[in-house]
């Protein structure tokens, strides 16, 4: 079963501008992943934050965690045609969050 | 291979059909997980392998559901007697180590599965 849910279900955006994309949970969490879909690539493993993290970096992505919150957030700075995707967080391998948010980037 | 394959890419089945699917991970993977993902929806966990031990199926929908890997390597998801609802995208995925909450998996591209 999913245990929590990803908003905005949709986002609409022009190159160059920045997404953000939130995840909540119920459960507490060890670790909290950040997954990204699309028809060219399939599910790509993007970050992972750690429970003791609050806020972790890879390149344009910039995931926070807020464990009092049972939220996390994805951040993706300027964004690009290429990040057409959905994105979906999931906590551990048996649970994948929600439906995802769905992410189109304008060129 | 460089990656997770899966086999077939597309399989359209008549319901009541029995039907197999293919995972072959990356090669030396340990670990190896099937997911469920239906239309619109994210993956959900079916079933997870360590090496050739299936130590957790409890995201099987039922006993029609059967997923071996008997040589720790290629895995084979069987569906008997297939339902109208048995219709999603199957994803194998693959991980080189034992830390199955941490280590990143690698995912085949799917079999979309349509039971007419």
């Known amino acids: 079963s999913q245990q929590g849910e990803e908003d905005p279900q949709a986002l609409s955006i022009q190159e160059g501008e920045n997404a953000t994309m939130n995840c909540s949970y119920k459960?507490?969490?060890?670790?909290l992943q950040w997954y990204r879909q699309n028809s060219g690539r399939g599910l790509v493993h993007l970050i992972l934050?750690?429970?003791?993290?609050r806020e972790k970096h890879s390149g344009r992505l910039r995931v926070t965690l807020d464990t009092s919150k049972k939220s996390s957030s994805l951040l993706i700075t300027a964004s690009r045609a290429a990040d057409t995707a959905s994105y979906f967080c999931a906590r551990g391998f048996k649970t994948i969050f929600g439906a995802g948010t769905r992410l189109f980037v304008k060129a | 291979g460089a990656g997770v394959s899966q086999s077939p890419r597309y399989k359209v089945a008549k319901r009541g059909q029995d039907v197999a699917l293919r995972c072959d991970p990356i090669?030396?993977?340990?670990?190896l997980f099937w997911y469920q993902q239906a239309l619109g929806q994210g993956p959900e966990f079916l079933t997870y392998?360590?090496?050739?031990?299936?130590?957790?199926k409890s995201g099987l929908p039922s006993d029609r559901f059967f997923a071996e890997r008997p040589e720790g390597s290629v895995s084979t998801l069987k569906i008997q007697r297939t339902q109208q609802e048995d219709s999603a995208v199957y994803l194998c995925?693959?991980?080189?180590?034992?830390?199955?909450?941490?280590?990143?998996?690698?995912f085949g591209p799917g079999t979309r599965l349509t039971v007419l």
């Open positions: 090669s030396g993977h340990v670990s």
């Open positions: 934050i750690r429970s003791n993290e």
């Open positions: 995925a693959s991980t080189s180590g034992l830390a199955i909450d941490t280590d990143t998996q690698y």
């Open positions: 392998f360590q090496n050739e031990a299936q130590l957790d």
């Open positions: 459960t507490s969490i060890n670790n």
